[in-house]
Nanobody, 117 residues
Framework: QVQLVESGGGLVQPGGSLRLSCVTS????????MSWYRQAPGKQRELVAV????????NYADSVKGRFTIARDNGKSTVYLQMNSLKSEDTAVYLC??????????WGQGTQVTVSS
């Protein structure tokens, strides 16, 4: 069955970095684009970053451009989100999803990122 498992979240100080991973299984990973979203308490889910199936095209929310980088390793069926220069407003549960926005059909359980001093 299709599975997506995020990891790498935690507590980090403002200005710090984290690298999230989403390990997938149960489907041909290189055939799908992948997306990262986040959801903060009381807020709507927000698209953070998207990558195409071979990693040749990426797109980011304006709020994270220049700070976050999405990447993938098709040999490991894993998508990553490198987050630098973290701010308190980046605090959220981060989720990966299979597919492009509007066509996300499977989701991980999420990993908590808390940015606080």
């Amino acid at each position: 069955q299709v599975q997506l498992v995020e990891s790498g979240g935690g507590l980090v100080q403002p200005g710090g970095s984290l690298r999230l991973s989403c390990v997938t299984s149960g489907f041909p990973f290189s055939s799908y684009g992948m997306s990262w979203y986040r959801q903060a308490p009381g807020k709507q889910r927000e698209l953070v970053a998207v990558i195409d199936n071979y990693g040749g095209w990426t797109n980011y929310a304006d709020s994270v451009k220049g700070r976050f980088t999405i990447a993938r390793d098709n040999g490991k069926s894993t998508v990553y989100l490198q987050m630098n220069s973290l701010k308190s407003e980046d605090t959220a549960v981060y989720l990966c999803a299979r597919g492009a926005p509007g066509r996300n059909d499977y989701w991980g359980q999420g990993t908590q990122v808390t940015v606080s001093s």
